[in-house]
């Protein structure tokens, strides 16, 4: 039942249905379907993008994103360029809408939608209970593919585990389990470039450098960027040897060739850092991201946070994700060596803005690979998360 403030708004029709920016965008997983959002604001709104055929703007919930096999469940926010009165006579300035998406069958359906005006709840539409047997076919845009790529690509949160009985006090808690990613020495004072995700959630932080031994060397979190999902940590050693950043005037070239420094799939490979070569394949990440870059050379769990090197030997972007598993259920095949780097550029300034020192490379010659590899181990470290 709507409550006195809002106003109950028919079933969108299916021109509707096609229509809508939030539609073509969805993603996620089948619980908490009934749960509506008594607000506009979410944990973590990541932009879509703008309509072909107006000014407003899409965004996904990243934090709302659940998954049940190939159907994806997630919650949009359109936001008009202003303020409007929809077809039923309500006035808002966005409004969510709860969707189901069939990454494998590219298909989509409705659930709910909410409207908002100046953040409060204007009008609702009955939660549907037949959404299983209501998928649409895509249409084909550009909007709409882009949406789709991010539909299908954002990573999934894990569900709730449900309510259990408190242990005995004397039930040791679980073990909290480690996990590991590259850092790129930045100058010889210890400060070290990573992922955010390496670092979130850590309750304590140690560095092993190529050296071979396993010296372990405690660090500290100095800083993160969540938007770029970049952070900083120093360790409480200094180094001798810090890596070079290319030029920012002189900006990573499509298909230049690079090379990726890393400790991947560790437990797994050999605890010896790995090399892997490749090309720059596009200027920009999912969805037109500008502050990625798209690479060919190989990663694997582990690579994150390291450094992405041009032919010099300079760096030039910032190892962060790869879209392998996550886009197969959405294409139907595994795609090879699909990786991103945040750009160097983004990487000079975030350690800028928290007025750390850093090297930058004169243009220098062209190295061999061998060369290159050796160059970055010794600005390349393994960051140990506990």
Request: charged share 15%; with cysteine.
């Amino acid at each position: 039942m709507p409550d006195k403030k809002t106003k109950n708004m028919p079933t969108l029709s299916p021109l509707d249905f096609r229509s809508s920016p939030l539609l073509i965008a969805a993603t996620a997983a089948v619980i908490g379907l009934s749960s509506l959002p008594q607000t506009v604001y979410a944990a973590r709104w990541q932009e879509v993008g703008e309509n072909e055929t107006s000014l407003d703007k899409s965004y996904i919930d990243i934090d709302s994103v659940r998954q049940d096999g190939n159907i994806r469940v997630a919650q949009f926010m359109t936001v008009y360029e202003k303020a409007r009165v929809n077809s039923h006579d309500i006035k808002m300035d966005r409004y969510i809408q709860r969707t189901a998406f069939d990454c494998v069958n590219k298909t989509i359906s409705l659930i709910s939608t909410v409207g908002y005006l100046d953040g409060q709840r204007v009008g609702f539409s009955p939660v549907r209970t037949d959404w299983m047997q209501n998928f649409r076919p895509l249409t084909e845009t550009p909007f709409v593919q882009r949406s789709f790529a991010l539909a299908c690509t954002v990573p999934v949160q894990a569900q709730a585990p449900k309510p259990s009985q408190p242990q005995a006090p004397s039930t040791p808690p679980p073990r909290q389990k480690s996990s590991s990613g590259t850092g790129i020495i930045v100058n010889r004072d210890g400060y070290i470039l990573t992922n955010n995700h390496v670092v979130d959630g850590c309750k304590s932080l140690t560095v092993k450098g190529s050296s071979g031994d396993t010296i372990r060397i405690l660090a500290e979190l100095e800083a993160v960027d969540r938007t770029n999902d970049l952070a900083l940590i120093k360790s409480l050693q200094p180094f001798n040897q810090a890596a070079s950043f290319r030029m920012p005037a002189k900006p990573a070239r499509l298909g230049e060739e690079i090379g990726v420094i890393g400790y991947p799939l560790p437990g797994i490979l050999s605890s010896e850092p790995k090399a892997t070569f490749g090309q720059i394949n596009s200027l920009a990440g999912v969805n037109n991201n500008r502050a990625h870059l798209q690479i060919s050379a190989p990663i694997q769990p582990g690579n994150s946070g390291g450094p992405v090197l041009d032919a010099s030997g300079a760096v030039v972007g910032v190892v962060v994700s790869s879209v392998a598993m996550a886009m197969s259920q959405a294409i139907g095949s595994v795609p090879q060596n699909v990786n991103f780097a945040i750009r160097g550029e983004v990487a000079q300034s975030f350690l800028t803005a928290h007025h750390i020192s850093f090297i930058i490379a004169e243009p220098g010659k062209r190295l061999q690979t061998d060369e290159i590899a050796e160059n970055g181990l010794q600005f390349t470290v393994q960051i140990l998360c506990n």
